[in-house]
């Protein structure tokens, strides 16, 4: 089992940058598409990027689409969301996860997630 871990959430001001960073496990990381998700308070998890194995190919949520950017270092282990122009609608709590196949934007095929890093954007 592939385990993640997402760091790099904290406090914000409306206009700022984030990086946030997802560490996996094992080198099996590199096999796998990523994506990234988010979930504020009281709303249901929506996805925001995702990425192919090989980092070739990304997909965005409109809302987001010329403010974030995803990618990846295989390497590394380790996948990215560069957050720019930050929003007080970007704050939630945003979670990777890993996909064996496509890169698409539908949370039940994601197999394995992180637990959360929080992001707030202050107005």
């Known amino acids: 089992q592939v385990q993640l871990v997402e760091s790099g959430g904290r406090l914000v001001q409306t206009g700022g940058s984030l990086r946030l960073s997802c560490a996996a496990s094992d080198r099996t990381f590199s096999s796998y598409a990523m994506g990234w998700f988010r979930q504020a308070p009281g709303k249901e998890r929506e996805f925001v990027a995702a990425?192919?194995?090989?980092?070739?190919?990304?997909n965005y949520a409109d809302s987001v689409k010329g403010r974030f950017t995803i990618s990846r270092d295989n390497a590394q282990n380790t996948g990215y969301l560069q957050m720019n122009s930050l929003k007080p609608e970007d704050t939630a709590v945003y979670y990777c996860?890993?996909?064996?196949?496509?890169?698409?934007?539908?949370?039940?095929?994601?197999?394995?997630w992180g637990q959360g890093t929080q992001v707030t954007v202050s107005a």
């Open positions: 996860a890993i996909r064996s196949d496509g890169y698409g934007n539908t949370l039940p095929d994601y197999r394995y």
């Open positions: 990425i192919s194995w090989s980092g070739r190919s990304t």
